[in-house]
């Protein structure tokens, strides 16, 4: 397991009491069985409230909230999150934050090697892409080029799944679900981003984001966390019309935290497309 530096603890801690502290304004009082009426300066759970639902002391749960360097266990964690009420996204998000997650830390692959790129032109005509957790595009295949965003035409440092999705224009198709998926990215994006708090590329390309990008910010904000999706997307490419594609993700756990998505036909008319639109000479 990788160490952790004093600097980067710090600001998991931070990170772990400003996370907390959204997920509790969520709740009501209502909701876990506390009076809705009374004066409250902000809304949600108070933290003694949510110390008492977990049963666990006010001191020691304002402490958490407030980054201090604290003991902290599994189990407690796992009170904390079963009072405000986290799905497995969030749960897993606070272990990482708390720095117990457990098991061997993946090497981060540097290059890819030729037989991952040779599997990718072999998918086509499906559109494919290889991702690390930053969303960074470490390799692609024609069909994603012709069918998605030209990926040649975009400058090496602006390969970057988010930053084509919130700040670029270069896209050849569009999502109908475009919000959903903008916001889905962005909790997976967070999710994993709790294992790098306070590394350089991560924080330089979350501060590019939410200085270009309004909207990014806004989700951003919420603090919503979840696992990579694999729903059915639909497509909308000029001259050729809506394709509905269903993406396949392959982990490539030997190289590290990386994953190829496959873009797949859903239906008949949809594999017609893409061999129409990748296909021709």
């Keep these: ?5 004093d600097t980067t603890a710090t600001a998991q801690r931070r990170e772990l009491g400003v996370f907390l502290r959204s997920r509790r304004e969520r709740i009501r009082p209502d909701e876990v069985g506390f009076a809705p009426g009374g004066r409250r300066r902000t809304p949600g759970l108070r933290r003694e409230e949510v110390a008492l639902v977990a049963g ?37 998000h606070l272990y990482r934050l708390a720095g117990l997650q457990f098991g061997p830390t993946q090497g981060a692959c540097s290059a890819l090697p030729p037989s991952v790129r040779k ?6 005509p499906y559109p494919a892409v290889v991702l690390n ?4 595009i470490l390799a692609f295949n024609e069909a994603y080029c012709r069918v ?14 988010l930053w084509l999705n919130f700040v670029s224009d270069a896209w050849k198709c569009s999502f109908v679900d475009a919000e959903t998926t903008k916001h889905h990215m962005v909790a997976s994006f967070r999710s994993a981003s709790a294992e790098h708090v306070g590394e350089a590329l991560w924080q ?28 059915m997307k639909t497509l909308e490419v000029e001259g050729f019309g809506l394709l509905r594609i269903d993406p396949v993700n392959l ?16 239906d008949d008319e949809t594999e017609d497309k893409l061999r129409r639109i990748v296909c021709v000479s």
């Design 1 to 5: 397991m990788t160490a952790i530096t």
């Design 56 to 92: 666990v002391g006010v001191t020691w749960y304002t402490w958490l909230e407030q980054g201090r360097d604290i003991n902290v266990s599994a189990q407690v964690l796992d009170a904390i999150a079963t009072a405000l009420r986290f799905d497995r996204q969030e749960r897993n």
């Design 119 to 124: 599997t990718l032109d072999a998918v086509s």
């Design 133 to 136: 957790e930053r969303y960074d």
């Design 148 to 161: 998605v965003i030209d990926l040649d035409q975009v400058p090496v440092e602006e390969r970057n799944m």
């Design 204 to 231: 330089d390309l979350i501060e590019g984001l939410l200085s270009s990008s309004p909207y990014f910010a806004e989700l951003w904000e919420r603090y919503d966390v979840a696992a990579p999706s694999t729903r």
């Design 251 to 266: 982990w490539l756990s030997q190289l590290g935290p990386l994953r190829a998505t496959v873009y797949t036909a859903f």
